[in-house]
């Protein structure tokens, strides 16, 4: 049930973070021993050393609801949280939502939960979905959650999947801004006749003339690589122009942590200096939703990122889908 009435605000931001991994352990040796493959290739292709994976009996609300318990920890109170948002491809179950299980886990019983399902863009698009709830008055405060368990979803037979990914957990309280610190803008994007690159399988077990009833995930991954170094170059530099913003402007750029090459690439193209931007692909693999976050953390915490200044957070995957969101800390 919504508290009554919140009034609308101007703008909204991101008040804190915190993020969970799990201490299981993946190396790119441990990798080697089960598939053909080598540390100096997946090194060299992604930029991957090692990367979380969850306990067997670890889930993904599990990981939500200790990332949920740090950030508690560091803002005092959950209390105001009108709603909780969750982006997962690897929730627990279809249903409950993992936003109901962190809601309930929680312990936040006067808040409205519900998924958002934007695959590796998830944090973003929730992001931007709760700043909008917020300015327009229908939630005083706003739970974001972004948490995989992507290890669960891979085909260990299928070597150029099966390196590329991590589990973890980020979650971020959005509440009301104030003058120094506020979300500036928001933006989505999909190319969804390219879903049939990069996809698990439901209900439905065809998909593009491809028969799968596994549930795993399954990448084109040279389409995906070339669509997101193109296309995701190109929406960033068209959100800098519609905020009237160059790359210069950018203090902070945290995109999707897919692939250090891509990273690589959309920094060549966009222009935004490499020193500037913060990847967690290297410790943890691709964690999905939990990317961002888990970039980010570590350079809140040693303090490099200050209030005030300007972040730009990017994501994008299955569906293929995109979003961003540009704010000032
Ligand atoms: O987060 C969601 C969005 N996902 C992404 O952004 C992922 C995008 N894609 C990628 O990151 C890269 O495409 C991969 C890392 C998945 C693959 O790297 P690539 O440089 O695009 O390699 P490729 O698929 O073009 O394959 C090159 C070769 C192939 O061998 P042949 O056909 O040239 O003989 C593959 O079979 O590398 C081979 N290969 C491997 N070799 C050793 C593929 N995986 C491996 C492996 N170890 N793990």
């Known amino acids: 049930m919504f508290h009554p009435a919140p009034a609308p605000v101007p703008r909204a931001r991101v008040a ?3 993020v969970y ?5 993946l190396t790119n040796a441990d990798l080697a021993a089960m598939v053909e493959t080598s540390d100096e290739w997946i090194v060299q292709r992604t930029g991957i050393r090692e990367r979380s994976i969850a306990a067997n009996d670890q889930f993904a609300s599990d990981l939500c609801l200790e990332a949920v318990r740090r950030l508690r920890e560091r803002v005092g109170s959950l209390d105001r949280v009108d709603v909780v948002i969750a982006a997962t491809s690897t929730a627990d179950y279809v249903f409950p939502s993992l936003a109901a299980q962190i809601q309930f886990g929680a312990g936040l019983k006067h808040a409205g939960a519900f998924d958002v399902g934007a695959a590796c863009a998830g944090f973003p698009y929730a ?3 709760a700043s909008a709830m917020v300015v327009s008055g229908q939630a005083r405060e706003v739970l974001v959650v972004g948490g995989e368990v992507m290890t669960k979803a891979l085909d260990y037979t299928d070597r150029s999947t099966c390196i590329l990914f991590g589990d973890g957990a980020g979650a971020a309280l959005v509440v ?3 003058e120094r610190s506020y979300i500036e803008r928001s933006t989505y994007g999909c190319d969804g006749e390219g879903g049939k690159y990069l996809y ?11 028969e799968d009833d596994t549930g795993l995930l399954r990448q084109s991954g040279s389409d995906v690589y070339k669509w997101a170094v193109r296309r995701i170059s190109e929406s960033i530099l068209e959100m800098l122009a519609a905020a009237n913003l160059t790359a210069s402007d950018v203090d902070w750029f945290v995109p999707h942590s897919a692939n250090l090459r891509i990273v690589e690439a959309l920094c060549t193209r966009t222009g935004i200096p490499r020193e500037r931007t913060l990847t967690s692909i290297e410790t943890y693999g691709n964690t999905s939703t939990a990317s961002i976050p888990l970039a980010l953390m570590p350079a809140l915490d040693d303090g490099r990122v200050k209030r005030g200044d300007r972040i730009l957070m990017y994501g994008f995957g299955g569906g293929l889908v995109h979003a961003g969101t540009l704010l000032r800390w």
Do not use: L
């Open 200 to 210: 698990r399988t439901s209900i439905r077990h065809d998909i593009a003339g491809h």
């Open 21 to 25: 991994v799990p201490d299981g352990r």
């Open 127 to 129: 992001i931007n979905i």
């Open 16 to 18: 804190d973070m915190a």
């Open 176 to 178: 009301p801004a104030n």
